[in-house]
T-cell receptor
Framework: DQQVKQNSPSLSVQEGRISILNCDYTNSMFDYFLWYKKYPAEGPTFLISISSIKDKNEDGRFTVFLNKSAKHLSLHIVPSQPGDSAVYFCAATGPGGQGGSQGNLIFGKGTKLSVKP | NAGVTQTPKFRVLKTGQSMTLLCAQDMNHEYMYWYRQDPGMGLRLIHYSVGEGTTAKGEVPDGYNVSRLKKQNFLLGLESAAPSQTSVYFC???????????FGSGTQLSVL
């Protein structure tokens, strides 16, 4: 039973346009959400996060939107650049960092973004 | 500043063999984690540690053991490797529990 779902395995976008990556969650106890970016043969790197007390967080070209009623968050990248091509993971955790029954950060399966020049 | 360092980067084992994956962090983080990533799957937590001398089970702990004798090091052991343990293993650390994890570059393990 997936608690964090990224339903699009891949996304292709033209350079300069907006990339929108989506993530849905089922656990209403989740209150902190993160996005990680992963290049091949490297470990994931932290990109941006959002607390459930906010509905938007922005960092440069990256903005995360949270819709708590829909249990949905999205990552917007504007403008998209070829260097943004990577796998993006959405992750969620609960109060005090306690996500899931084992107290861990729950990751989605990832969305592979390809930005074409 | 090296961040999180994992060794080895690649390893091939035969079924039943044992090995230890090493993880070191130089950021003085309290929390350390071991994850595995399988094709088409997200990262799944194996074990984690909330401080020196502590360990706790994650989502998929069976077949693995861990130790955190020093704050900067977190070891993952496979006592009797199985083909189902073929995976990419990532170590991570963080200042706060489950927030802004810093990951190592991974260990590709194949069990034949």
């Amino acid at each position: 039973d997936q608690q964090v779902k990224q339903n699009s395995p891949s996304l292709s976008v033209q350079e300069g346009r907006i990339s929108i990556l989506n993530c849905d969650y089922t656990n209403s106890m989740f209150d902190y959400f993160l996005w990680y970016k992963k290049y091949p043969a490297e470990g994931p790197t932290f990109l941006i996060s959002i607390s459930s007390i906010k509905d938007k967080n922005e960092d440069g070209r990256f903005t995360v939107f949270l819709n708590k009623s829909a249990k949905h968050l999205s990552l917007h990248i504007v403008p998209s650049q070829p260097g943004d091509s990577a796998v993006y993971f959405c992750a969620a955790t609960g109060p005090g960092g306690q996500g899931g029954s084992q107290g861990n950060l729950i990751f989605g399966k990832g969305t592979k973004l390809s930005v074409k020049p | 500043n090296a961040g999180v360092t994992q060794t080895p980067k690649f390893r091939v084992l035969k079924t039943g063999q044992s090995m230890t994956l090493l993880c070191a962090q130089d950021m003085n983080h309290e929390y350390m984690y071991w994850y595995r990533q399988d094709p088409g799957m997200g990262l799944r937590l194996i074990h984690y540690s909330v401080g020196e001398g502590t360990t706790a089970k994650g989502e998929v702990p069976d077949g693995y053991n861990v130790s955190r004798l020093k704050k900067q090091n977190f070891l993952l052991g496979l006592e009797s490797a199985a083909p189902s343990q073929t995976s990419v293993y990532f170590c991570a650390s963080s200042k706060l529990l489950n927030e802004k994890l810093f990951f190592g570059s991974g260990t590709q393990l194949s069990v034949l």
